[in-house]
T-cell receptor, first 112, second 110 residues
Framework: DAMVIQNPRYQVTQFGKPVTLSCSQT?????MYWYQQKSSQAPKLLFH???????NEADTPDNFQSRRPNTSFCFLDIRSPGLGDAAMYLC???????????FGPGTRLTVT | GQNIDQPTEMTATEGAIVQINCTYQ??????LFWYQQHAGEAPTFLSY????GLEEKGRFSSFLSRSKGYSYLLLKELQMKDSASYLC???????????FGKGTMLLVSP
């Protein structure tokens, strides 16, 4: 009965090679978030979707893009990964803005 | 913007009580959340405060003072499985998004 699913759990990519991380949810929540979390640091919000409306955080690099083709799925695209992009990427959903967020298990990205 | 401060690490003994503090400075406050995160896992929701006072939920309680920009999470009857990072997160009034603190790593020993 997984509610927020992230695939893959571990992803290895090469420096500069585009990579896509995926998130799906069975909660039918209208908000989906993507966070980046580096070791021993706080989760940092990259962007979120409220339904189809995309909201980018001001300090999110252009290298990071997102797509939400439907309510259930959301993708994080890293166009040219650098070594500094190695991190855990967390997807979360919410039933409306501002409420409790439900997190997926995360995808740990390694850049070689 | 938001600035959130928590202690980096705390240690406690099984069966004891521990209080994890969080202070924040914010341009617009609309609620404070506490999450638990075990190593390599996703954060899970523990509690939510938007008004001053204490919210109790089993072994876990959370307190908020908006005038002081201060919250704490109180864990009672500590168990080994409570060893985890505890994240304080503040909700922005305008955008309703969360800004997380760096988390407090709690180590419970026998």
């Amino acid at each position: 009965d997984a509610m927020v699913i992230q695939n893959p759990r571990y992803q290895v990519t090469q420096f500069g090679k585009p990579v896509t991380l995926s998130c799906s949810q069975t909660l039918n929540h209208n908000v989906m978030y993507w966070y980046q979390q580096k070791s021993s640091q706080a989760p940092k919000l990259l962007f979120h979707y409220y339904d189809k409306d995309f909201n980018n955080e001001a300090d999110t690099p252009d290298n990071f893009q997102s797509r939400r083709p439907n309510t259930s799925f959301c993708f994080l695209d890293i166009r040219s990964p650098g070594l500094g992009d190695a991190a855990m990427y967390l997807c979360a959903t919410g039933d409306g803005l501002g409420g409790e967020q439900y997190f997926g298990p995360g995808t740990r990205l390694t850049v070689t | 913007g938001q600035n959130i401060d928590q202690p980096t690490e705390m240690t406690a003994t099984e069966g004891a009580i521990v209080q994890i503090n969080c202070t924040y400075q914010t341009s617009g406050f609309n609620g404070l959340f506490w999450y638990q995160q075990h190593a390599g896992e996703a954060p899970t929701f523990l509690s939510y405060n938007v008004l001053d006072g204490l919210e109790e939920k089993g072994r876990f309680s959370s307190f908020l003072s908006r005038s002081k920009g201060y919250s704490y999470l109180l864990l009672k009857e500590l168990q080994m499985k409570d060893s985890a990072s505890y994240l304080c997160a503040v909700r922005d009034r305008v955008y309703s998004t969360l800004t997380f603190g760096k988390g407090t790593m709690l180590l419970v020993s026998p």
